[in-house]
């Protein structure tokens, strides 16, 4: 329990104190004053016993000449107490010979405003205000120290402040892997650590640096090493915090997180989950949120108003660049894209060296083996695999984390409640061969892009991927060109079924691919001899919806029948391609599949390696 509700407890308890105390007091006045009836003041005074009086509206108070005897029941007994003043209330019908009487008995009479003085008039207004506020202010603290986000400073951005020197303490070397994502970043670091001759050589740095990756991969890792390196002032803050409460704090607080981060300047700010405040402004149907467009657009307008000399790198994360909002992605705003993917089993292997630095590892494990038997899994699910192991390992009383340890922890992982992306030997196979196929399609067409990248690490929906890459920005594409890349991504499906003699789901995507490509070929390039030279509207995808919104039809179905026809027509003549040109080579097949098994990821020159380059 934190200790304010303390505070606030021993605030209340003080008022209460403080109310009984005067309360008392008044009380203990009220007991040496009797209260008598307005008769029996009458008779007083006829008896020219009333000394003094004191008039205020209609209540008076007053003291007896001598002490008088009265009557009293306290707490349910008779009592007669000797009181030496009064008080007493006039009747609401005027009095009209009291004044009279008063001046021929000679009594002291003074008469007193009922209004009250300007200054208890004051405090009796502000009184119930000044509480609240007192109240409020507690609130506020409370909030503040239970971190940010509160109530409390929500003007404030949540970010954190690590000054170098004490929290910052990891770098690039706490970062296991991902050379290249580190190679790209070190000129940012270079920057940092030295801004001004940096800019006197010329160097032009980017404002802002996306990281995009799937979660757990180690993108806030990398951010906070890149301030460790640099010896820079790091600020983070996840997106989701800038929207919280109240529309238009979100906006407030991207400005402060701006300025905090200009004053301490060399400095990054992080914002992680990017998307969820960068998401494209106007896709929300059913009404926009417009706290998210006025943090967004506050985000956009801070990062121009950076000018040349400002030494603050921006650098965020997401999973989901694809719905980031493109005004984000502009220039001098997050035109570097760095991008993460899940480690092969190299890298694996170098970030459990990294987690098992904290334990007292047994002699002799091999790592490289654990590493091989986790396709999929992230470094944050390598960090939980060796705390798993750990907490079996002492409860089991031993010494040492073991091999077994591990791997019953990473059953413990894989089988636990959430489904993670593992991929079981089978499904390595299959997914093994698939791309195979793809790759050996892709090699042996001539006139095909050279082969990047293969790998069965999966990557999204994807279980594999195969990435080609142009030599040189293309315009045109000729209608070979094109036939060759349906033929590639039918290469997967059918190595699935030469090997298998049936196909499984993974092929989904290529064959929307496919036919997406195919339908353009037909009704908007024109390449089809049946149908012609015409354009065809069969309805845009709309981007949002992901959907094809209904258009109106403007051609005959007779020419509807055809174009399907010809559509299927170049799928099936891609397919035979593909299957001729695996089935002739069905060893090289087997060969890069047994590859990709061994090694996840092949690049370009493997590939050629491994299938030997004969063309
Ligand atoms: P993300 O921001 O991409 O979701 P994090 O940076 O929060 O992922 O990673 C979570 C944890 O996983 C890190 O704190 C770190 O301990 C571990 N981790 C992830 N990637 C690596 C890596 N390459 N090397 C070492 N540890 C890693
Ligand atoms: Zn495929």
Redesign the pocket.
């Known amino acids: 329990m934190s200790q304010v509700p303390w505070r606030l407890l021993a605030i209340i308890m003080l008022f209460a104190l403080l109310f009984k105390a005067s309360y008392s007091y008044l009380l203990t006045q009220e007991e040496n004053r009797g209260m008598i009836s307005y008769s029996r003041f009458r008779s007083e005074l006829a008896a020219d016993n009333i000394k003094k009086i004191r008039i205020k509206g209609a209540s008076i108070t007053g003291e007896f000449r001598t002490k008088v005897k009265l009557a009293e029941t306290i707490q349910g007994k008779a009592v007669v107490r000797e009181v030496a003043s009064f008080s007493t209330v006039m009747p609401a019908f005027a009095d009209q010979t009291l004044m009279t009487d008063l001046t021929a008995k000679k009594v002291d009479v003074t008469a007193v405003s009922t209004e009250l003085s300007p200054l208890a008039n004051a405090l009796i207004f502000t009184a119930p205000w000044l509480l609240l506020l007192g109240i409020w202010l507690i609130g506020m603290r409370s909030m503040r120290s239970q971190g940010p986000g509160g109530l409390g400073g929500f003007a404030r951005s949540g970010a954190r402040k690590y000054t170098a020197e004490e929290k910052i303490t990891v770098n690039f070397d ?5 050379e290249s994502s580190k190679q790209e970043l070190r000129e940012i670091v270079d920057y940092l650590r030295n801004p001004k001759q940096f800019e006197q050589i010329g160097g032009k740095v980017p404002k802002g640096v996306l ?1 995009v ?10 951010a906070r090493a890149v301030a460790g390196e640099a010896g820079v002032t790091f600020f983070s803050i996840s997106a989701s915090q800038f929207i919280e409460m109240f529309v238009g704090v979100g906006a407030s607080r991207v400005r402060d997180l701006f300025a905090n981060a200009k004053k301490a300047a060399p400095s990054i700010i992080f914002i ?1 989950e990017l998307d969820a405040v960068g998401r494209s402004r106007g896709a929300g149907f059913g009404g926009g949120h417009d706290e998210r467009e006025q943090t967004l657009n506050q985000l956009l307008s801070e990062m121009d108003g950076f000018d040349q000399h400002e030494e603050v790198i921006v650098l965020a ?1 997401t999973n989901r660049p694809d719905v980031l909002d493109p005004a984000l992605l502009r220039p001098g705003r997050f035109d570097r894209h760095v991008v ?1 993917e899940r ?1 092969d089993w190299r ?1 694996r292997e ?2 459990l060296r ?2 098992v630095r904290k334990i007292a590892l047994a002699e002799g494990v091999d790592l490289a083996v654990i590493a091989r038997g986790t396709p999929g899994m ?3 699910d ?2 939980n695999l060796v705390n798993e192991g750990a907490i079996l390992a002492s409860r089991e009383g031993a010494a040492t984390v073991t091999k077994e340890h591990l791997e019953k922890a990473k059953d413990k992982i894989l089988m636990g409640g959430e489904r993670k992306m593992f991929i079981s030997s089978e499904e390595k196979r299959i997914t093994a061969y698939h791309e195979a196929g793809h790759t050996l399609v892709a090699k042996l067409l001539p006139g095909t892009d050279p082969i990047h990248k293969v790998t069965i690490i999966p990557r999204g929906m994807a279980l594999g991927i195969t990435q080609q890459l142009p030599e040189d920005d293309r315009y045109h594409y000729p209608q070979s060109y094109l036939e060759n890349r349906l033929a590639v991504a039918m290469g997967g499906r059918i190595a699935e079924r030469l090997v298998y003699g049936e196909v499984s789901t993974g092929a989904q995507s290529d064959l929307k691919m496919v036919t997406d490509l195919a339908e353009k070929m037909v009704c908007q390039w024109g390449m089809s001899e049946k149908v012609g030279p015409m354009t065809f509207s069969r309805g845009e995808e709309h981007p949002f919806l992901g959907r094809k919104l209904a258009e109106e039809k403007t051609f005959s179905e007779a020419m509807a029948w055809r174009i399907d026809q010809e559509i299927a027509m170049f799928i099936r003549r891609a397919e035979q391609q593909a299957e001729d040109i695996l089935t002739a080579n069905r060893p090289k097949l087997d060969l890069l599949a047994e590859a990709l098994q061994e090694e996840e990821t092949l690049d370009g020159g493997r590939v050629d390696d491994i299938i030997g380059n004969n063309q």
């Open positions: 706490d970062v296991a892997g991902m990281l990756g799937p979660p757990g991969t180690g993108k806030t890792l990398l992680d994360a993460i480690p890298d170098k970030i990294v987690h992230t470094g944050a390598l960090e």
